[in-house]
């Protein structure tokens, strides 16, 4: 698909033998081969380490908790992801699109869908953390696996029928209302109203709720951890509920980690969308927000020990021997 020298001059086209045809951008061989390895291999880091994760958390029976199953949830979204951004890739490099107005509205959902998705989840996450760390009597009861796995079907039930909506209402599949976009163009055009609707709905109203549970949380750890702290400097002994209530505030540290790093991702894709800015600026943003679905399962691998005896259990071949979904992983072991 590359253009030789010669062709420079040319006006090339997405579809030549359509007459509202969108112009082709130019990119040189070596542009079009360092572009495609790149996403290749952005690719398949995403699928692979979120991957990783989904088949840790399914198959370990010990890591079958309520936080842990979010921990799924958004691991099954960054994956999904991962797989959808060959596409993403493709529309990219070349400056066209080749597969059809159907599937572009299709395709338009779906990526929506799983951005949202991976926002509820943290939502989940950050209300998980601020239970079990500001409540901790309550936990068992108010926050089971049952209730877990309702809220995250509930998530992704909400985060499709807002993505289906936010797309139809605008206009992607009714090609009336897509006349000025030439053919071979796929790119969401959103009016005022949807767009400051998805500004509070899809950024400032969950960013707003989770800043503030985590502010909750870092406080609440923040005196634990000197109480603690005072227990032990003091020679007395930390009973079970201490060590436990240092644990989850780790976990909750931990968990705040990968909610920084998406808003991290986030703030300027969506401070840059509601702007005049260059569609170079809006693309490298984006794939800024895609880089992400590859950077949590390193935040595990940082910061979980569970999460690295589980990836050479399953690099090794060893959960395929018997009863290796029982091992505990959280002490030393040998299968």
């Not at 090339?12 to 070596?30: D, E, L, M, V, W």
């Not at 779906?110 to 996450?125: C, D, E, G, R, T």
């Not at 309702?150 to 897509?178: E, K, P, Q």
Request: with cysteine; hydrophobic share 50%.
């Amino acid at each position: 698909m590359a253009y030789e020298i010669t062709e420079d001059h040319e006006t090339q086209y997405c579809f030549p033998a359509i007459n509202s045809s969108c112009i082709k951008g130019k990119r040189t061989r070596h542009e079009y081969n360092v572009l495609y390895v790149f996403f290749s291999l952005l690719s398949t880091w995403t699928v692979f380490l979120n991957l990783l994760v989904i088949i840790s958390i399914s198959h370990f029976k010990k890591l079958h908790t309520p936080t842990n199953l979010i921990i799924l949830s958004l691991a099954v979204a960054d994956m999904l992801i991962g797989l959808v951004m060959p596409i993403e890739a493709i529309k990219l490099i070349e400056m066209c699109w080749y597969f059809g107005d159907t599937f572009c509205g299709l395709y338009s959902i779906f990526i929506a869908m799983l951005l949202s998705a991976s926002l509820s989840n943290l939502v989940l996450i950050a209300v998980d953390r601020y239970v079990a760390v500001c409540h901790p009597l309550l936990y068992p009861q108010k926050i089971t696996m049952t209730k877990t796995l309702i809220s995250i079907c509930l998530s992704w039930v909400c985060s499709s029928t807002y993505s289906t909506a936010f797309v139809i209402n605008n206009g992607y599949f009714d090609i009336s209302r897509r006349t000025y976009l030439c053919y071979g163009e796929c790119y969401l055009m959103m009016g005022f109203a949807w767009r400051i609707t998805d500004l509070f709905m899809c950024f400032i109203f969950p960013c707003i709720l989770i800043i503030s549970l985590y502010l909750r949380i870092f406080y609440v750890v923040h005196q634990q951890v000197k109480v603690i702290n005072t227990l032990m400097k003091g020679g007395k002994c930390i009973n079970e509920g201490s060590v436990r209530r240092k644990s989850e505030s780790k976990a909750a540290l931990t968990l705040g980690i990968i909610v920084t790093v998406y808003l991290l991702c986030w703030i300027p894709y969506y401070i840059c969308s509601i702007s005049a800015v260059s569609s170079i600026t809006i693309n490298v943003l984006t794939w800024v927000v895609y880089i992400n679905s590859g950077l949590n399962p390193m935040v595990y691998a940082l910061f979980y020990p569970w999460f690295k005896k589980t990836v050479k259990l399953i690099l090794t071949l060893k959960i395929f021997q018997p009863a290796s979904s029982l091992v505990n992983i959280f002490t030393e072991h040998q299968l």
